[in-house]
């Protein structure tokens, strides 16, 4: 079966300052994919990245950055000089094949001025 | 620019009544939509895959009477809620596999429709 935990329900940072959101995911399938996605007020999901259960390189996109760790099963995602636009939920999924996609629960980030 | 196109964005309707979602896709085929609900605050569960010229396939514990899933064409999947009651409302968001060009996310969303059963 698969699962992924998003531990922090919610989290509030003031402008900034740095903040890692937590994804840990249960699965049996060795190869898998995992993704982080933002869902600001207004509802859409945008996409933030992808990540092949083969390929544990960390990866930086400007003030964004993951690290993957099949050891502990993490996808960590860390937002360096949080901004207040950067306030969302955040949400880590799963997915094996392509086929379904499993999301976490979410945390809800606010950033403060 | 968009590559799924979900309309209405919100939708208010009395109990009893139904409600049609529709999903699109922009520029490209779709034989696969998936459906998904999101109540507040919570995560996005997925109630249903659309396949094109064939039966939904429903998630457990998700009526197909109560949740009708129509994939006309490969542009094209309808979500209707009949007889909707104050418990069905929610958000709902469609959602389609595309592997283009416009990134490297297979899972394309539309922007979701806000449904508020009186």
């Not at chain 2, 490297?104 to 922007?111: A, K, M």
């Amino acid at each position: 079966a698969q699962k992924v935990t998003q531990a922090q329900t919610e989290i509030s940072v003031v402008e900034k300052e740095d903040v890692t959101l937590d994804c840990v995911y249960e699965t049996r399938d060795t190869t898998y994919y995992l993704f982080w996605y933002k869902q600001p007020p207004s509802g859409e999901l945008v996409f933030l990245i992808r990540r092949n259960s083969f390929d544990e390189q960390n990866e930086i996109s400007g003030r964004y950055s993951w690290n993957f760790q099949k050891s502990t099963s993490s996808f960590n995602f860390t937002i360096t000089a949080s901004q207040v636009v950067d306030s969302a939920v955040y949400f880590c999924a799963l997915s094996v094949g392509f086929n379904k996609f499993y999301f976490g629960s979410g945390t809800k980030l606010n950033v403060k001025p | 620019g968009a590559v799924v196109s979900q309309h209405p964005s919100w939708v208010i309707c009395k109990s009893g009544t139904s409600v049609k979602i529709e999903c699109r896709s922009l520029d490209f085929q779709a034989t696969t939509m998936f459906w998904y609900r999101q109540f507040p605050k919570q995560s996005l569960m997925l109630m249903a895959t659309s396949n094109e010229g064939s039966k939904a396939t429903y998630e457990q514990g998700v009526e197909k009477d109560k949740f009708l899933i129509n994939h006309a064409s490969l542009t094209l999947s309808t979500l209707t809620v009949t007889s909707a009651h104050p418990e069905d409302s929610s958000f709902y968001i469609c959602s389609v596999p595309y592997f283009g060009i416009r990134g490297n996310s297979p899972l394309h969303f539309g922007n979701g429709t806000r449904l508020t059963v009186t």
